[in-house]
């Protein structure tokens, strides 16, 4: 990964490797993601929980696991 930018209730945000463990409900915002291959990849949920945790993203929603997939 090499970054990931979203926004929050305190406003946009972006993490980058190596970033300290972070936790954040993100509503109805962009999540936009660029992998190490230079792929970018952007989401948009009503609601999720983005969690960033080891160097490693997670991206958890109320989607079906028939709609979940994996980015990173």
């Known amino acids: 990964m090499e970054y ?24 109805d915002k962009e999540i936009i993601a660029k992998t190490a291959n230079g792929k970018v990849e952007t989401f948009k949920f009503l609601k999720a929980i983005m969690l960033f945790q080891d160097n490693s993203l997670k991206i958890y929603t109320d989607l079906s696991p028939s709609y979940s997939e994996s980015i990173l």
């Not at 930018?5 to 300290?20: M, Q, T, V, Y």
Request: glycine share 4%.
């Open 4 to 27: 990931v930018s979203s926004e929050n209730s305190s406003g946009k945000f972006d993490i980058l490797p190596h970033h300290a463990n972070f936790i954040s409900i993100i509503e």
